[in-house]
C-alpha cells in the first residue's frame, strides 16, 4: 500500500448495490473482486443475505453491498430480504441502482425510486446486460430514467463481459472521500469461509433444480475442519427443504440429483479454500421453514448486523 506516502490520498467508502431480482448485481460483485463470493443463478432472489465484497487499490479501498433483489415480500424470509435491501441505503457514501438493459421501466422500478427519494447520498443508474440489446435501445433507456431521477451518474455495463467496468469504477472512487482502510488489502469478503462454502452449495442446488424447489432451498453447514494427516478439509453440510416431496427431487434417482449437487459444490469449494475437499451432504425436510422466525434465525437470517 502506498497510502502512507507524502501527499498521497487514500479513499474509502461503502457502496451499496440494489436493484430488481436478476439484474446482474452477484455477477457484477464477482467482476469486481476477481472471484466468486456471491452465488449466481437464473433464479430470482438468489441472494437472501447480505454479501459484502472488498476491493483494494492502492488508492482505495471499496467495500460493495450486495444486496437480495427488491420485491413484494411473500412470507417472513422474503420480509427479512427486503429489509436488508432497504436498510443498505442508511450509512452508506454510494448507491448503485442497477437495472437489466433487456427490461423496461416497470412497477418494480418505480418502488426503488420511490424508496430513493429523499436519500441524501449519489445515487448511479447502471444499466447491465448492455451487450445484449441493440446501441439505439440504450438511448431510449437512458433517457427513460432520466426523466424519473437525478442521478449522480449514469453508466452502462456488461457485469458478464467486462465492458465498462472499469469507469463505473473510477466514477465510484472518485465520489469517495479520504478515509481509512478497514480492511487488510488481501480480504476480499467480511463473511467467514463457512457461509460462502453454504452458499456455493446452495448455488448447485438451484442451478438443477426448478418449479418450486429454489425458493425452498437452505443450507447448514454442520462441520468443517482439516484433517491433521493430509492436505483434506472435511465439510459435512445438510440442505434443508420445505416439503418430503422437494426432498425426493434434490436426492434424485439412486441419489443422482444429490451426487451431481455435491460434484459442482465441491470443484468450487476446492477452488476457494485452495485445499482438496470431502463433501458429504445431507438432506432434512424442515417444514413451512421460511415463515418461522427461528428457524429463520438457525439458519443465518438474522437482523442483528442492523
Known amino acids: 500500500m502506498n ?57 482505495a479501498q471499496m467495500i460493495f453491498i450486495d444486496t437480495p433483489g ?3 415480500p411473500k412470507h417472513k424470509l422474503g420480509d427479512f430480504m427486503m429489509k436488508i435491501a432497504v436498510n443498505s441505503l442508511k450509512e452508506v457514501d454510494i448507491i448503485l441502482f442497477m437495472v437489466n438493459a433487456e427490461e423496461g421501466f416497470g412497477r ?43 442521478f449522480a451518474e449514469i453508466i452502462p455495463i456488461s457485469a458478464m463481459e467486462g465492458n465498462n467496468v472499469d469507469r463505473l469504477l473510477e466514477q465510484v472512487q472518485i465520489r469517495l472521500e479520504e478515509g481509512p482502510q478497514f480492511y487488510p488489502a488481501d480480504q476480499v469478503t467480511d463473511h ?12 448447485k442446488a438451484l442451478h438443477l433444480t426448478r418449479e418450486e424447489v429454489p425458493h425452498s432451498l437452505a443450507v447448514t453447514i454442520d462441520k468443517m475442519e482439516r484433517r491433521k494427516e493430509k492436505e483434506m478439509i472435511d465439510v459435512m453440510a445438510t440442505i434443508i427443504v420445505e416439503r ?42 424442515q417444514k413451512d421453514w421460511r415463515n418461522k422466525a427461528f428457524h429463520l434465525r438457525d439458519f443465518g437470517f438474522t437482523e442483528e448486523e442492523y
Open 244 to 285: 418430503d416431496s422437494q426432498k425426493g427431487i434434490i436426492i434424485g434417482k439412486q441419489g443422482n440429483m444429490l451426487k451431481e449437487i455435491g460434484k459442482r459444490a465441491r470443484e468450487d469449494i476446492e477452488k476457494l479454500l485452495g485445499s482438496k475437499v470431502y463433501l458429504e451432504l445431507w438432506v432434512k425436510v
Open 192 to 203: 467467514p469461509e463457512r457461509f460462502i462454502v453454504a452458499e456455493l452449495i446452495r448455488e
Open 70 to 72: 427488491i420485491h413484494k
Open 108 to 150: 418494480g422500478e418505480e418502488f426503488i425510486l420511490e424508496k430513493l427519494n429523499g436519500v441524501q447520498t449519489p445515487v448511479f443508474l447502471v444499466i447491465n446486460k448492455i451487450d445484449l440489446i441493440a446501441p439505439d435501445k440504450l438511448l431510449t433507456i437512458i433517457d427513460t430514467y432520466k426523466e424519473k431521477y437525478e
Open 3 to 59: 497510502q502512507n506516502k507524502e501527499n498521497d490520498v487514500f479513499k474509502s467508502g461503502f457502496i451499496s448495490i440494489i436493484g430488481r431480482p436478476n439484474v446482474g448485481k452477484s455477477t457484477f460483485l464477482n467482476r469486481v473482486i476477481g472471484q466468486k463470493i456471491a452465488i449466481m443463478s437464473d433464479k430470482p432472489q438468489t441472494t437472501r443475505n447480505k454479501v459484502q465484497g472488498v476491493l483494494t487499490t492502492d488508492e
